[in-house]
């Protein structure tokens, strides 16, 4: 009996000895790989060990306790999108449509929108795993809103240190920096010296500063001046959110806004931009109305528009805002979602005013707006920029791709369909199709130059010592296939995506696995460190 027991126990120690001296969890051959430096592409093996790439280069298949077979396949990082909206992620925990488009690390908090409370936010990872990596900026808005409520006046020097105490917090806990939406409420109502002071704290502690500028549209040449002042007064780089031209009237101006970033980075200020791959923009119907008249929140806007003067004030204002950006009427925005009444999702404001009121005047479709605002606002699509624009922009070695989007539900609603097909998009329309950048380009915008501005140093390159984050795809096939007509529509040619080592994504089925971790900022400079240690 004891020959018996220990005969088993010698076995069983050996086979758990072979499979521990496995070298690799997982080994990728004969992959085609581009590794997000903007190098082009080379051949060879990637070997995955305890989450993280062990190695590169040729890997005999027996070293590995799985295989998987490349050959024909482009093999790069996981896609980092830096310009998500994913506060509500937790309860779509496996973020497939950002899975399925490789994309394997977001980062929230954008448009001056965020948790106040980054600690709690990203703590809830360890109770509701995710399926994607998940960081977030400390958001200017909510923090105004949190000491100020709606008020459209300057902060007290007591508001502003409370202000500052929060975002010095949220960077202590992790922030990658503050954001800002200076045309939403609150955050229009700041001044630019408010916006610095914050930024500052943020700098402190190598963060950046990411915003949706003031304008994109009229006045958006004032806007970049702006946000490029206010880094480089608080010390801190300057990642311009969703770049574009949304003013008809100035189709075509990306050579003059790209030129000032050009300059501001020649004068030694790091400016980048984000790009989605589409013409049309997405936010909510409360943007079509003027900021003055949404202080306080919707019942103090609809007060105002219940208000005889106050409502011709806003109408005039409108009427002046779409001839200055060249549009005659509202035929451009398109209904995203919108819970009072569903049968207008998808549906632009011009028909629904025709559906609705039996004519589409400008004035009826105002009113039209007015009855959607008093019924709690809608979701958006606006189709306000040029294709020329959008390829010019996507050109500049200075542009990330990200989508802006949010974790969608399949089927519900009518969203943009860049939350379906954004890097999909750009790897098959705008480089196999027409070759505005290279395969080895698209990808960086994607991988290490996201990683780079935001400082995620172990993410966004295939190199040894990195975090396991990849994609397979094939080249010759990966097409975005959501639309606006049908944006409920995932790519094809993404094979599989594998999260800090774990597959999760493979031949096209989900894998029920949530591998994703935190991505936290590296926390103060060593300098500030070094002071702080010295006062305690």
């Known amino acids: 009996m004891v020959a018996l027991c220990c005969a088993f126990y010698f076995a069983q120690s050996s086979a758990q000895q072979t499979s521990n001296s496995t070298a690799y969890d997982l080994v990728i051959k ?23 790439i062990a190695r590169i280069g040729a890997i005999e298949a027996n070293e590995a306790a799985r295989v998987i077979d490349a050959r024909g396949l482009t093999v790069a990082p996981g896609f980092i999108d830096v310009h998500a909206h994913v506060e509500g992620i937790y309860n779509n925990p496996a973020a497939e449509n950002f899975i399925r488009m490789g994309v394997t690390s977001l980062v929230t908090g954008n448009c001056g929108s965020s948790t106040t409370d980054v600690a709690e936010f990203l703590g809830r990872m360890t109770e509701r795993p995710l399926g994607v990596n998940l960081g977030t900026l400390i958001a200017h808005g909510s923090v105004r809103a949190k000491v100020m409520k709606l008020e459209a006046r300057a902060p ?33 109502y700041a001044k630019t010296d408010e916006v610095v002071a914050l930024a500052r704290v943020a700098a402190r502690h190598n963060g950046l500063y990411a915003t949706h500028m003031r304008d994109e549209g009229v006045n958006v040449m004032d806007a970049i001046r702006e946000s490029i002042n206010i880094g480089e007064q608080a010390g801190l780089p300057v990642e311009i959110s969703h770049f574009k031209i949304s003013s008809k009237n100035l189709w075509g101006k990306s050579t003059d806004t790209l030129q000032l970033v050009r300059d501001a980075r020649a004068r030694g200020t790091p400016v980048t931009v984000d790009e989605y ?51 005659k009427d509202y035929e451009y925005a398109n209904v995203a979602g919108y819970d009072a009444d569903k049968t207008f999702n998808g549906k632009s404001i011009s028909d629904i005013t025709k559906q609705t009121r039996g004519k589409k005047s400008l004035d009826a479709q105002i009113e039209q707006i007015f009855e959607m605002y008093k019924a709690g606002g809608a979701g958006m699509v ?43 998009r750009v790897l098959g329309r705008y480089v196999r199709e027409q070759r505005i950048i290279t395969l ?24 040894e010592g990195f975090a396991a984050d990849i994609v397979i795809f094939d080249a010759e096939k990966i097409s975005d296939m959501a639309t606006f007509e049908n944006p409920h529509q995932y790519p094809t040619g993404i094979n599989r995506v594998i999260v800090n080592g774990t597959v999760v994504l493979e031949d096209g089925k989900m894998i029920d696995a949530f591998p994703g971790q935190a991505l936290k900022s590296r926390s103060q400079k060593p300098e500030a460190r070094s002071q702080n240690e010295n006062r305690k």
């Open 440 to 463: 080895e380009d698209a990808i960086r915008k994607m991988t290490s130059l996201p990683a780079q501005t935001f400082n995620l140093r172990d993410r966004g390159l295939l190199r």
């Open 30 to 52: 004969d992959a085609r790989i581009v590794d997000g430096t903007g190098n082009p592409w080379f051949l060879g093996d990637i070997g995955i060990k305890d989450k993280r």
């Open 382 to 424: 606006y189709h306000k920029m040029s294709e020329e624009d959008v390829r010019r922009i996507m050109a500049e070695p200075f542009t990330m791709i990200a989508s802006d989007s949010g974790v969608r539900r399949f089927g519900e609603g009518a969203p943009h369909p860049r939350g379906y097909g954004n890097n999909a």
């Open 156 to 188: 007290s020097a007591d508001e502003l240190q409370q202000m500052e105490a929060v975002v010095e917090q949220a960077m202590r806990d992790g922030a990658l920096g503050l954001s800002t939406g200076l045309i939403y409420v609150p955050g229009t």
């Open 277 to 327: 791959a589409y013409t049309a923009s997405s936010t909510s119907l409360d943007t079509l109305l003027p900021g003055w008249a949404l202080e306080g929140g919707r019942k103090e806007g609809v007060k105002r528009l219940e208000d005889v003067a106050t409502r011709e004030k806003i109408i005039k204002q409108m009427k002046a805002g779409l001839k200055r950006s060249g549009f």
